[in-house]
């Protein structure tokens, strides 16, 4: 069975600073997928980075990147220049690559960027 | 628009009551997933379709839940005889064929009085 541990119920950030979101995953699969979504108070999940796991550079996409340590098992989201609008829940995803693919979720670390 | 949408956004019923949600997925993507999420959780996994067969169902669906998906399009999730343990978002999430992302509709916000 997966299991996703995101250790960070909340975290404070000053604007315009670089942020880490922590997560930890537990696998027996050998090829799985490493996901970040934001999901704001309107409830949407939004799609922020993806990662896989025979991926051997770390993914980024803009002000995101996933640093991605294989023999730790942690995929930690890094937001760099947070923003206002960063401030949301954020959720650590694994996703198996066979079968139903669906996602196993982390329960979330709420992000307050701070003017 | 070419995302995820559902609808309604938002329901109240109270205890007893039959309720259906509606989510229709990015047009060229044939798996459709719905999650269930309750408060200060992350979404948990319900069932899957890929095309219009329903694939595979979680243990949290209980048989007072029923998903269709009936030309391959969108997807229909019911339950009757809500409680109020259903009180949750209801997130439907849709992916193309094989190892591709999963995109999110905004959900349906359901509580059970």
């Known amino acids: 069975a997966q299991k996703i541990t995101q250790t960070q119920p909340g975290m404070f950030v000053q604007e315009k600073e670089a942020v880490t979101l922590d997560c930890t995953y537990d696998t027996s699969d050998q090829s799985y997928g490493l996901f970040w979504y934001k999901q704001p108070s309107s409830g949407e999940m939004i799609f922020l980075i993806y990662?896989?796991?025979?991926?051997?550079q770390n993914a980024t996409e803009g002000r995101y990147s996933l640093n991605f340590q294989k023999a730790r098992k942690s995929a930690n989201l890094v937001i760099s220049a947070s923003q206002l609008g960063d401030s949301a829940m954020y959720f650590c995803?694994?996703?198996?690559?066979?079968?139903?693919?669906?996602?196993?979720f982390g329960s979330g670390t709420r992000l307050q960027v701070q003017p | 628009d070419t995302g995820v949408s559902q609808d309604p956004r938002h329901k109240i019923t109270k205890r007893g009551q039959n309720v259906t949600f509606r989510c229709d997925p990015i047009?060229?993507?044939?798996?459709l997933y719905w999650y269930r999420q309750t408060l200060g959780q992350g979404p948990e996994f319900l069932t899957y379709f890929q095309n219009e067969a329903q694939l595979e169902k979680s243990r949290l669906l209980s048989d007072r839940f029923s998903a269709e998906r009936p030309k391959g399009s969108f997807s229909t999730l019911e339950i009757q005889r809500t409680e109020q343990g259903d009180s949750a978002m209801y997130l439907c999430?849709?992916?193309?064929?094989?190892?591709?992302?999963?995109?999110f509709g905004p959900g349906t916000r359901l509580l059970v009085l």
């Open positions: 047009s060229e993507h044939n798996r």
């Open positions: 999430a849709s992916s193309p064929q094989g190892a591709g992302t999963q995109y």
């Open positions: 990662q896989g796991s025979y991926d051997e």
């Open positions: 995803a694994m996703r198996e690559d066979t079968g139903r693919r669906a996602l196993t």
